[in-house]
Each structure stands twice: as structure tokens, then as C-alpha cells.
């Protein structure tokens, strides 16, 4: 029980097994912020699907018995671990899917937020309810995805929003029945491992830097990632494919 790590085919999954929903230690946090780090080192690999272990949470955000030992002098220490682990996910070398399951609530939310692509099944909800257990949370991160309006109503009333309004918002890509998820999630993971793996790190790479620039800027820093990526044979391979019309066979060079 733990962070656990597999792997199939192109694709990793790691899955937060924490019974009964999902809610981590500091400790945790840690690991999940070191297998992410780990993701360019795996060979093979192309994307990793993230999600929670059974039915009830795909996380229900942090351990509040070990916080409640936590002291205030012990504060900045800790919010670093996390910071580090939101960070991890969201500067993986992969592309990352989200699979929420269930509640995601809290350090859940922005474990979902920090992914590239949110998956979620019709039971899911998402709340960033701090405000309930004296702290503030993470409308940093969610407020990538959801208007201004709506983090704050989220945090002042501590009330999540279900799986539908996180579709229409923009936040979830995809919503499936919860016996469906984790196909459909592993169906887009096998997709998107299938490109050039060095198109896939250097787009997330390119994608992650212009993220908050001005549009002239970002585009120009884009093309710049795009000429480093016509420098390569998979890039040449990809293009010969289309011409060719066939498979491309990849280097990763």
C-alpha cells in the first residue's frame, strides 16, 4: 500500500493505494513527486496514466491526522515537499493523464490540475475544500483551468463541482461510466505513446514554457522547439511516413 508503479506496453501507471480514499502523508507526497522525476529515465515509455486505487477517491487530498501533529514552525518545510511534487507532475517529461475515479479533494484536485489531461468517471467530484480545515488550497494551479468566479466559489464555500460542470468548464476532457475509465484512459495513453517519443518530450517541453507568455513570444519560443525537433531523424521518419504512407519506425534520435 502506497504509491504504486507498472508498466504496459508504452505506457506507466502509477496509482495512489491508500486506503480507504486516497489521502497522503508528507511522505507521499514525495514519492509521487520522485516517480514522475523518474518518468525520462524509463526506456520505452511514452505517457503515463496517474489515478487512485478502488472505488471510493481517486485522492481525498492530505493526511489530516498527520497534519494535525504538524506545527507551525514545521510549515514552510513541508509546503515545499508539496510544492515539489506539484511541480514534479506538472514538468514531466512524459505526457500525463489523470484518471479521477472518485472525489478528488484538495491535494487531489491539483494532483488531477497538474496533469496534462483529466479523465474522469460520472462519480467524480472536485472541490478544493481548505477553507473547512483552516488552510488555503491550491487555486494556483486550478485557476490554469477554471475561470477566476468559479476558484473562488470553490474555496469560499469549500463545495465541489461533479464531473459534469468540470467537463463544461473545460477542466475534464472526457467523462466514462467508472467501469469504463481506466479503458478509456489507457486507450488514450497506448494513442499518445505510439508518437515520436522525442516529439512527445520536446512538444511538452515547448508546450510548458510558452504556457503563460504572450502569444508573439510563446509562438516564437514554439518555432524555436520545432526547428530542435526538425534536427532529429524521428522528425524526418515522421514526415517520410506521411509521404510514404505507412508506419513510422522510430529511433529516438
Known sequence: MGIELSFTGKVAEITIDVAPVNAITLAQYGEIGAAFDAADSW????????????????????????????????????ARIVRRCFKSIRECALPTIA??????LGAGSVLASVCD?????????????????????????????????????????????????????????????????MGAARN????????????LRIGKQSLNQIEFLPVDEGYQIEQQFSTALMNTEDAREATAAVVEKRMPVWKGR
Do not use: W
Open 43 to 78: 526506456q520505452g515509455i511514452n505517457c503515463i496514466v496517474f489515478t487512485g486505487a478502488g472505488t471510493r477517491a481517486f485522492c481525498a487530498g492530505l493526511n489530516l491526522k498527520e497534519f494535525l501533529t504538524a506545527t507551525v514552525a514545521e510549515d514552510p518545510a513541508r
Open 188 to 199: 488514450l495513453a497506448a494513442k499518445i505513446a505510439d508518437k515520436s517519443p522525442l516529439g
Open 117 to 181: 489531461i483529466r479523465l474522469a468517471s460520472t462519480n467524480a467530484t472536485f472541490g478544493t475544500p481548505e477553507i473547512n480545515v483552516g488552510r488555503c488550497g491550491g487555486a494556483a494551479h486550478m485557476g490554469r483551468h477554471l475561470p477566476p468566479g468559479m476558484v473562488r466559489k470553490m474555496f469560499f464555500t469549500g463545495e465541489p463541482i461533479d464531473a459534469a460542470e468540470a467537463y463544461r468548464l473545460g477542466f475534464v476532457q472526457e467523462v466514462h461510466a467508472p467501469d469504463a475509465l
Open 99 to 104: 484518471a479521477v475515479n472518485g472525489p478528488a
